[in-house]
Nanobody
Framework: QVQLVESGGGLVQPGGSLRLSCAASGSIYRIDAMGWYRQAPGKERELVAVSAGSTTYADSVKGRFTISRDNAKNTVYLQMNSLKPEDTATYYC???????????????WGQGTQVTVSS
């Protein structure tokens, strides 16, 4: 119904930057929110940032990460600056979407992309 394609993950040194992208496609009628989550080994998945009219950030990334959206392309971005080793995790894209012929909004998830911050 909805597919999310992510790109931009990789290995970066502490203090460096990465830009993640996520494009949604499929039988989409409307997307009213998109966001990024992350999960480190042995830890629970946590919210990083969400764009739903306004933007919300986890306290740990405020001032360093910026989320933005291109609604015409159903795409969300995450600009990550001043990266720290603690940011190492698998990052997941999420879309809160209503599909054509559907009857409710539903959360759709990407496959995840690895971000590793290490010297």
């Amino acid at each position: 119904q909805v597919q999310l394609v992510e790109s931009g993950g990789g290995l970066v040194q502490p203090g460096g930057s990465l830009r993640l992208s996520c494009a949604a496609s499929g039988s989409i009628y409307r997307i009213d929110a998109m966001g990024w989550y992350r999960q480190a080994p042995g830890k629970e998945r946590e919210l990083v940032a969400v764009s739903a009219g306004s933007t919300t950030y986890a306290d740990s990334v405020k001032g360093r990460f910026t989320i933005s959206r291109d609604n015409a392309k159903n795409t969300v971005y995450l600009q990550m600056n001043s990266l720290k080793p603690e940011d190492t995790a698998t990052y997941y894209c999420k879309a809160h979407a209503f599909v054509i012929g559907g009857f409710r909004y539903y959360d759709y998830w990407g496959q995840g992309t690895q971000v590793t911050v290490s010297s």
